[in-house]
């Protein structure tokens, strides 16, 4: 079962690196849980939890010293045996990359999106947009028994989007350029509101098709933050190891796994030998038997490489701008979810954060004289 206090010391397990410590301690006597109906029954939602001094106090040394110990991070392999499928769900430009990234890196096992899925269970998770434009509904979608939802601020969010949008049309490589102040304050005076209303249907439509107990709401901003970013990837390990086939990493590698591939330009160039990526290709024996005997073409399924987590964008440095009108467009949608979603506690709390940075932005162009 999982609550507050058990994930204190979870985290607190891995933080201190107590050796032999299971991230699913107290599930080990409970089955495996093999249909929607054993979920519920076995599992508790995995709520966010408020950090005692004592589990910040290791996060903050971490971030501080950069040190999170030492790991290796393999490359991703195919499964050997079928895994109970979980989708891994993100509006576009809220890190889908970063997440099913760091997905591989903690289960070792490949994931895909919802162009290859086809209803198959051979991958950890399924990236999706939907219902987003960048997503597709999927032919037995209702076979997939849990989720992964990860939010990011709109205000940040939708400006990734158009850099994506700008790639494109550009024809450049994804992940590769931010695009030109004056393209996005074109666009965004074009298209704010319809972004806005189709991020909050991405929104209710995540809320509705999955109950808390299988639904893991995660925030991009803690998964990408140097001291909460650690403890939000032990509630998605945990997550994870609910679905049957899939073991994830210790929970006290946790830390340098996170590091490795979130914060991948700073384990690289510290120059400490010790916390530097170590590439390890999988043997044909570790790989399974490949993609071919089930009928699915590799090329199509590997998508990525959690040992070059590569995903950051060049171009001119700015902060999206937006009018006082527009920040408080945000704030409807937003202050919209919270009242639709007010019993909910794992979304609740991402909500309000957003509507405090919508408000500090607002202060700032205030000041401003705009």
Not at 15 to 39: K, Q, R
Not at 70 to 77: F, G, L, M, P, S
Not at 261 to 286: C, F, H, I, P
């Amino acid at each position: 079962m999982s609550n507050p206090k058990r994930q204190r010391k979870l985290i607190a397990g891995a933080l201190v690196l107590i050796p032999g410590f299971l991230l699913m301690l107290s599930m080990v006597a409970l089955p495996l849980p093999s249909t929607m109906e054993d979920v519920e029954i076995a599992y508790t939602e995995i709520l966010p939890v408020d950090y005692d001094e004592s589990v910040l106090k290791p996060l903050e040394k971490m971030a501080e010293t950069k040190d999170y110990g030492q790991c290796t991070v393999r490359n991703a392999i195919f499964p050997a045996h079928p895994i109970e499928p979980c989708f891994s769900a993100s509006y576009p430009g809220s890190g889908a990359k970063m997440t099913w990234l760091l997905i591989e890196a903690i289960t070792g096992l490949q994931t895909h999106n919802d162009i290859t899925f086809e209803g198959k269970q051979h991958a950890v998770t399924t990236k999706t947009h939907y219902p987003s434009k960048e997503g597709h509904l999927l032919d037995g979608h209702e076979t997939v028994p849990r989720a992964i939802v990860v939010l990011r601020q709109p205000l940040n969010a939708l400006p990734s989007y158009f850099n994506y949008l700008y790639e494109m049309e550009n024809q450049l490589e994804n992940h590769s350029t931010r695009a030109p102040i004056e393209a996005w304050i074109k666009w965004r005076d074009t298209y704010l509101q319809q972004e806005l209303e189709a991020w909050r249907n991405f929104v209710d439509y995540w809320m509705q098709k999955y109950t808390p107990v299988n639904r893991l709401l995660a925030s991009f901003e803690k998964l990408t933050d140097d001291v909460m970013g650690p403890a939000e990837t032990t509630r998605v390990a945990e997550f994870l190891s609910r679905s049957e086939g899939v073991h994830t990493c210790p929970p006290e590698l946790i830390p340098c796994v996170w590091h490795k591939v979130v914060k991948y330009k700073d384990s690289n160039s510290s120059g400490n030998e010790g916390r530097r990526l170590q590439v390890v290709d999988a043997s044909d024996a570790e790989r399974g038997p490949g993609l071919a005997n089930f009928q699915i073409d590799p090329t199509k399924f590997a998508l990525s490489d959690p040992t070059q987590p590569n995903s950051q964008r060049s171009g001119p440095e700015y902060i999206p701008p937006y009018t006082q009108e527009q920040f408080d467009s945000v704030k409807v949608i937003l202050n919209g979810l919270i009242e639709k979603y007010s019993h909910e506690k794992s979304l609740v709390p991402i909500l309000e954060s957003y509507i405090d940075g919508v408000d500090k932005r607002k202060e700032e162009l205030k000041m401003e004289g705009n």
